[in-house]
């Protein structure tokens, strides 16, 4: 389908863009997903280098006119993950990986809780790790690197709970409408839907609203002419 044969969808009176997220790699796909309507693409960073996204991919995907929305996640699916420590380590890693795409100031970082919290633990564990994503995200900023914003993946609940404690006001809503919270949570940057897939890609249809905090599409440069004006 043409690009301007889709729908224009929009809620409160404001157009929402088009994404999904995935942990395949869709570098080699990037003008046929542009060109099938669209606008964005969730891409993970994480410990587990095989769905990590590539400064290759993220140069092929912005070049087609796509932006590009971080999320960190390893192993967020129980309470025992979480801890400060934790938090500030995977803040480290994730802003390092995200400055080797370019991604400039500003650019927010989605870090998933991936199971359906419980007010215990997101008042304890949960709220310790985001903690110690804000200290990892500082410090890495201290060091002259590129600022970036804090976002919160997970249940309606969740989303809340982190917004709650002041340390992000950005929440992607998880597509689990079971989990707490689902229908409560309405000032979402990003909704996420059931599984499907697009253009032979395994993917989770999403879409956002407002500043949703992407890398930006690449305009007249693409981001290894902007990687290579930094370094």
């Not at 590009?68 to 995977?90: C, H, K, R």
């Not at 079971?178 to 897939?197: A, C, E, M, Y």
Request: net charge negative; with cysteine.
């Amino acid at each position: 389908m043409a690009r301007d044969e889709v729908p224009l969808l929009q809620i409160k009176g404001q157009f929402m863009p088009k994404g999904f997220d995935t942990t395949i790699g869709c570098g080699g796909k990037a003008s046929q997903i542009k060109s099938a309507g669209y606008d964005f693409v969730g891409r993970y960073l994480s410990s587990h280098h095989w769905k990590v996204i590539t400064p290759a991919e993220a140069d092929e995907l912005t070049t087609a006119g796509l932006s590009i929305v971080l999320v960190y996640e390893d192993n967020p699916t129980a309470p025992t993950y979480f801890s400060f420590g934790q938090g500030e380590s995977d803040a480290t890693r994730a802003a390092q990986q995200a400055s080797s795409l370019g991604a400039p100031d500003n650019t927010t970082i989605y870090f998933a809780v991936d199971y359906d919290a419980s007010e215990h633990d997101l008042a304890g564990p949960i709220a310790e790790y985001f903690q110690g994503v804000a200290t990892g995200l500082r410090n890495f900023a201290a060091d002259n690197n590129p600022q970036y914003r804090i976002g919160v993946y997970g249940s309606g609940a969740t989303c809340l709970a982190m917004i709650g404690t002041g340390l992000t006001s950005q929440g992607w809503l998880a597509q689990a409408r079971r989990w707490r919270g689902h229908d409560k949570f309405t000032d979402f940057v990003i909704n996420q839907s059931l599984p499907s897939h697009v253009l032979g890609l395994s993917v989770d249809p999403d879409l956002a609203i407002g500043d949703f905090g992407a890398m930006p599409a690449a305009q007249s440069a693409t981001l290894a002419d902007l990687r290579s004006l930094r370094m």
